[in-house]
């Protein structure tokens, strides 16, 4: 079943993927966290508690640092540990 934000997405996939791993955030079965302002989206599933992210957040590469640092604070929140899975050398 489609997401509200499903729109959203396709779109930062389309303006900010960069690689095949980008894409694959659209295959159902994933999960999609957007920043604050929208401007960015991360695409994970759930391995336990674990969420297992798909390359690396999918957004403007200035905009990368302060996505990741936003994405690993609201996970810790939550008390799920993230692990990027493909992100290449983004994130590094």
């Known amino acids: 079943m489609p997401h509200e934000n499903q729109g959203r997405v ?3 996939v389309l303006e900010h993927g960069w690689n095949a791993t980008s894409y694959q955030i659209l295959n159902p079965g994933f999960r999609h966290w957007l920043d ?18 798909a390359g690396a957040p999918i957004c403007a590469e200035e ?17 799920c540990p993230v692990c990027f899975f493909g992100a290449a050398g983004r994130i590094m």
Do not use: C, F, K, M
Not at 36 to 53: E, K, L
Not at 64 to 75: C, T
């Open 36 to 53: 604050p302002r929208g401007n960015a989206v991360v695409g994970y599933v759930a391995a336990g508690r674990t969420r297992v992210v």
């Open 63 to 79: 905009d990368l640092p302060q996505v990741v640092e936003e994405w690993e604070r609201q996970s810790s929140a939550a008390g």
């Open 10 to 12: 396709r779109a930062l």
